[in-house]
């Protein structure tokens, strides 16, 4: 599952970031902010258009992403 299909409030854990390309720049950035294996994420809100942007938490910290971003984080729902 893509962290974008991710229901709101439903924890989860990161499996991956997929690159685009070769040394790709936002992949990077991602992993950067701690989007690696095994961190816990969720989706805390969704933006007012059209649900852009989305307002993440992994571990402790809190980041706005575009969908497209979260497109690319590859996550485990945790079971209920």
Same mark, same amino acid.
């Given at each position: 599952m893509r962290l974008s299909e991710l229901p709101q409030n439903v924890a989860a854990t990161v499996a991956a970031v997929e690159d685009a390309g070769p040394a790709d720049p936002i992949a990077r950035r991602l992993r950067d902010l701690g989007f690696v294996g095994g961190e816990p994420v969720r989706i805390v809100a969704h933006g007012p258009?059209?649900?852009?942007?989305?307002?993440?938490? $992994?571990?402790?910290?809190?980041?706005?992403?575009?969908?497209?971003?979260?497109?690319? $984080?590859?996550?485990v729902q945790e079971a209920a």
């Open positions: 258009v059209q649900g852009d942007p989305l307002l993440v938490q $992994i571990g402790y910290t809190r980041f706005a992403l575009r969908r497209a971003e979260a497109a690319r $984080i590859r996550v």
